[in-house]
């Protein structure tokens, strides 16, 4: 049956944060870059060269929130923009000519942020002609004044660290290069040449694969390849003028690659010539015409646009879409497009479904200011999916497998014959349609479209169709299956294994099957059923190590937290422990979560100070609250002690008691926390008298060595004054002031009336008169 090309509407753009902007964008600059997040979730576009006005829109598709840059001048805009492939979050570098770098990220919120910024060429003198980001990697070619001469380098660029990103060091590739054009796949970095490059390399082409640490040298116009190490871990380098000297037959100056437009795909390299003719160049060096367009192309260099899907090839060129088989090369379909202002974009990591359930990805899309469509054939070959009830055995055979205590093995066709298993045979009866009731097949639907979508993934992994992505969403299923069963054995070590296999993708299914959500105040939030989280945190036998290093549940979250966001560990920690339950690790019997994530932090004395004062102070105990406060103490971390007790509020007043005496007793000793005397004020207990704070501060006066002076030694540590004092005993008379007698022998000198007592009436003062003093005599002894 012949094949008909369908182009159908995924989106008016609508659904599109800034849709408004995202059309005026598309329709007013024809050279605007496009690129789109592997996931397909995500638009970027960049002004092109040369627009007064250069600014960078992201929008997102959905819930999530879109970013909008504007720069005064060409100059100051960004030389290109990339989406980065990382599993748990949208994120995308911007690369500047001066070799300024920033990388924007999600976060586990949806706003945008700036998460590092760095500098490629950080002397200044080399100029960033051109970048590009396989996965894992930012790639960039320089140009050097004087003897430098131009050069392509490269970073590693990974997520995780305190930062959200880690980068390595700088290595260069190739140096004293001519003029090429950069551009990469997730796997492979294209080096060819540009207009300018000479006739000593402008038949050359070069193609770096960094998981496999080789560099392919192609001349496909001579029909020859040669495979170089290039390893940067292993320290190899080039000189462009060596590598083609270690290549026979390359140094004679070839016929030219007249290239009109490049288009990296998963297949190899595409070129378009200015006869019409596309051109494969494959990773491995072969080069092959996969046909000839019935249009040639004249418009700029690089306005063209070509991709693959299912051994055909589609071109756009203006408003004309040509489909092509890369077999024969025979035209397949030609159609007349609406507009000549159309972004054919890269094809998609992994397959999603658009709003009638359908998915995109055995096509392309198109991008135009007239909404995002996909194009591609009606009738596509089918996967081969094992039936419903087939599934059904195989899953149960397992599963009774695994608790049978005979060594007979279990096979489907056993279980579909024997009366034993009925619960499988009940099953399967349902999905044959011999039985229907609605509640129980509405409630195995999701089950089983999860199984469906898993023998989908495997067999695009068996045929090599972009195994990273692959194997990310394969780790994002298994996460979701794994945190939906019963986590102990077999299945605890099977969660393990992806953790420690894809840290990044587990810990984005994490994200999905918790709904954790980050709030304003930077604390986390979640939708997820209790018995998710049931599971999540238990799993522990108290004094116990868990039997070939396999981690709980809980403990494996928490390491690959502190790999990945170590900063909002102490969030999730917190936000663990609010999900109570008897048993649950939460609210029961056995360690406390903070002291489990601590665990995993390393050995007391070894454990990142910052995070572990956050878990103390987290868990909101007595003891561990007191043991960060102490911390915090030692380090002279004033106002942050203060505040930890400050935090606890009034319903803590015993613990705020016992910090408020630790801190005072640092202000009785040394003159480090007179700056935060207001916040030791606050929190001074309102039970405590002026007498009993007196009593406190004499305790911990440091000892006098000799008599006092009226000013200290030079060098030595300012006593303490009465001005600082009363400030503290006016705070606790104001607390305690009676409205009785006095109780106490100096409050009377802190309360201030206000106004002195009225002056007593004034009258004649009485005259006093003498008393006569009776003879000296008069007093003698008789004799």
């Not at 096509?363 to 591609?376: P, Q, T």
């Not at 619960?423 to 469906?452: C, K, N, V």
């Not at 030692?634 to 400050?646: N, S, V, Y």
């Amino acid at each position: 049956m012949k094949r008909a090309g369908s182009l159908r509407l995924l989106s008016d753009l609508s659904d599109f944060s800034g849709a408004a902007r995202l059309r005026e964008l598309l329709a007013g600059d024809a050279a605007v870059r496009v690129r789109c997040s592997a996931d397909g979730q995500h638009l970027l576009l960049l002004s092109g060269p040369g627009a007064p006005a250069p600014r960078l829109l992201v929008a997102a598709r959905g819930p999530g929130a879109g970013l909008e840059r504007f720069w005064p001048e060409p100059r100051a805009a960004p030389l290109d923009a990339f989406f980065l492939a990382w599993p748990a979050r949208p994120a995308l570098v911007l690369v500047w000519e001066s070799g300024l770098t920033e990388l924007w990220g999600a976060d586990l919120g949806p706003a945008w942020r700036r998460l590092h910024t760095t500098e490629l060429c950080p002397r200044g003198a080399a100029r960033v002609v051109a970048a590009a980001a396989p996965r894992g990697r930012l790639v960039w070619f320089e140009e050097r004044p004087g003897a430098g001469g131009r050069r392509v380098c490269v970073r590693t660029l990974e997520p995780g660290g305190e930062a959200g990103a880690r980068l390595g060091r700088t290595h260069v590739l190739l140096h004293h290069c001519p003029p090429l054009h950069l551009l990469s796949t997730r796997k492979d970095v294209f080096l060819g040449p540009a207009a300018s490059s000479g006739p000593g390399a402008a038949h050359v082409l070069l193609t770096w694969n960094p998981s496999r640490g080789k560099v392919m040298v192609t001349a496909p116009r001579l029909g020859l390849s040669y495979s170089k190490s290039l390893n940067p871990k292993q320290g190899d380098t080039w000189d462009f003028r060596t590598l083609l000297r270690g290549c026979p037959g390359l140094l004679c100056p070839g016929e030219p690659l007249a290239v009109h437009t490049w288009a990296p795909t998963p297949q190899g390299l595409l070129l378009l010539d200015s006869r019409g003719t596309v051109s494969l160049v494959q990773a491995h060096g072969a080069t092959r015409t996969v046909g000839a367009l019935q249009e040639v192309p004249v418009g700029l260099e690089g306005s063209a646009a070509l991709g693959t899907f299912h051994g055909t090839l589609a071109c756009v060129l203006g408003s004309t879409l040509q489909l092509l088989d890369m077999g024969s090369g025979q035209l397949l379909e030609r159609k007349v497009l609406s507009t000549d202002r159309v972004h054919l974009l890269e094809p998609l990591a992994l397959a999603v479904k658009d709003g009638e359930g359908l998915g995109t990805q055995g096509g392309l899309r198109l991008l135009s200011a007239l909404g995002l469509f996909h194009v591609g054939w009606e009738t596509p070959r089918p996967l081969e999916l094992p039936s419903a009830t087939d599934l059904v055995f195989e899953e149960a055979c397992g599963y009774y497998q695994r608790r049978s205590l005979r060594g007979a093995q279990l096979t489907p066709e056993e279980l579909r014959h024997n009366s034993t298993f009925q619960a499988p045979q009940a099953l399967a009866a349902i999905l044959q349609g011999h039985m229907s009731p609605s509640t129980l097949l509405t409630t195995l639907r999701a089950e089983l479209r999860d199984y469906q979508s898993l023998e989908q993934l495997k067999a695009q992994l068996v045929a090599g169709e972009e195994e990273e992505a692959v194997w990310t969403e394969l780790a994002h299923q298994e996460v979701a299956r794994l945190l939906r069963t019963e986590l102990a054995g077999e299945q605890l070590a099977q969660l393990n294994t992806v953790f420690q296999a894809l840290p990044s993708a587990a810990w984005g299914a994490t994200l999905r099957v918790l709904q954790l959500q980050p709030d304003g105040s930077g604390r986390l939030s979640s939708q997820a059923p209790p018995d998710v989280w049931k599971r999540v945190l238990g799993g522990t036998t108290p004094g116990k190590d868990p039997p070939n290093g396999i981690l709980p549940a809980f403990e494996l979250l928490c390491r690959c937290l502190c790999r990945l966001e170590p900063r909002w560990l102490p969030a999730f920690v917190e936000l663990a422990q609010q999900q109570g339950g008897p048993g649950w690790g939460a609210g029961g019997p056995g360690l406390p979560l903070y002291r489990r994530a601590l665990a995993v932090l390393g050995e007391e004395g070894s454990r990142p100070e910052a995070l572990e004062i956050e878990l103390l102070l987290g868990s909101r105990r007595p003891k561990a609250v007191l043991q960060a406060v102490g911390q915090l103490v030692r380090g002279e971390q004033w106002e942050r002690a203060l505040e930890a007790g400050l935090a606890l509020g009034p319903s803590s007043p015993l613990l705020r008691s016992e910090i408020f005496k630790l801190l005072l007793a640092e202000f009785a000793r040394h003159r480090r926390l007179d700056a935060h005397l207001p916040l030791l004020c606050c929190l001074c207990p309102p039970e405590l008298a002026p007498d009993e704070l007196l009593l406190l501060l004499r305790t911990h006066l440091p000892d006098e060595g000799g008599p006092p002076t009226p000013f200290p030694e030079p060098g030595a540590e300012p006593p303490l004054t009465v001005g600082l004092l009363r400030t503290l005993l006016e705070q606790t008379g104001a607390q305690r002031r009676p409205s009785g007698p006095v109780l106490s022998l100096y409050e009377d000198v802190l309360w201030d009336l206000g106004t002195p007592p009225p002056t007593p009436p004034r009258g004649p003062v009485p005259t006093l008169q003498a008393v006569e003093q009776p003879d000296l005599e008069a007093w003698a002894p008789s004799v």
